[in-house]
């Protein structure tokens, strides 16, 4: 296997942090639904904007409550609350923003993963222990009857439905200037992109490469925005749109495409499930088919936050999205593509934000 040269060291192989660092985490724990709740209220009810504004001026209470509109009560408890966040620091009964407050405020990252939070997540949290205990997305009520998130999320409502979309692409659309010239290393004729979502890989690749033919595999929800998108960007006769479950095993995929892709697809299924999903590909493949897939694995990050940020994510999946699937550990995930009966020939580390590139081929 091929491997970009890059030396990531291992995480949380110790446990560096300090008793006095370590009370900390802990109250933060105890108390973090209201440290989340709080910290919502400040954002979303504009007391760190309005703190912002103050700049090196900083804010009373009276004059943040005045331009919020909420009460002076309101306000005094949560900028104190604020305090302890290191959200706001305090000078002469005058708050500032901090550091941290800053990144909440105007970190596109944090603010997509907020708002995923509090829009998809959030309410559901609570259901967490009983989709473990039923393997099943229970959480997932507080958006809909449905049995996975997938079945419902071109119906979602909003504004869960916008920091869905938002969360899934601000993370594959960052890697998809870096994947683009790995994919078109060898031009491929045509395409198949497994689990297109609204089509986003596909116009990429239409935009980058005049020549080639996509093919798009997804539920019909999701094949629906596909198509829309792409006929409204004007390549219409260039994309063939497959509806497919790719977890009924009467079903096969596809065949007659050269290179196949999965962005951010596999980590939707279970690993039983990834294996099945692979042994479709394995099946409308031959010794020259390119097969890539496109994950973020926790363990394969350059920061312990990164991957915090992943491991975080796989409770989404646990309790909003399937029940079964997460944010996997690459060790883990390799062994699933041997089991199908594919090689790694290349791993591209690091693409975007935090991406792994994997290319198969398909072991005789």
Known sequence: ME??????KPLFEEDNVRALEAIDRAQMI????YVWEASRLLRDKGILHAVEAARSEGITIADAAAQTGMSPYGVRILLEAGLGMSLVYRKENRYFLAKTGHILLN??????????????????????????????????????????????LSSFPSPAKESWLAFDHYYSDNA???????????????????????????????????????GIVDLPGQLKMAEQNIDAAGYTGRVSYHTHDVLNPALELPSGYDTIWMSQFLDCFADDEIVAILEKCYRVADEHTRIFINE????????????????????????????????????????????????????HDLIGLSHTILELRKRP
């Not at 915090?308 to 994510?313: H, I, K, N």
């Open 3 to 8: 491997t970009t040269n890059i030396q990531l």
């Open 30 to 33: 105890a108390f973090a639904p």
């Open 107 to 152: 970190h596109e990252m944090t603010r997509v993963n907020f708002d995923f939070m509090r829009d998809v997540c959030y309410k559901g949290s609570p259901s967490l222990e009983a989709s473990i205990e039923h393997n099943k997305p229970e959480g997932l009520k507080t958006l809909g009857d449905w049995n996975t998130l997938y079945e419902g």
């Open 176 to 214: 998809f200037p870096e994947a683009l010239p790995i994919v078109f290393n060898t031009p491929p004729a045509r395409l198949l992109d497994i689990g297109g979502n609204t089509g986003k890989w596909t116009l990429a690749c239409l935009e980058y490469n005049d020549q080639v033919h996509m």
């Open 296 to 347: 973020t694995f926790w363990d394969r990050q350059r920061f312990a936050t990164s991957a915090f940020a992943l491991q975080m994510t796989s409770l989404y999946f646990t309790n909003i999205a399937n029940g079964n699937s997460q944010m996997y550990d690459s060790k883990v995930f390799y062994q699933l593509i041997d089991k199908a009966g594919f090689d790694i020939v290349q791993q």
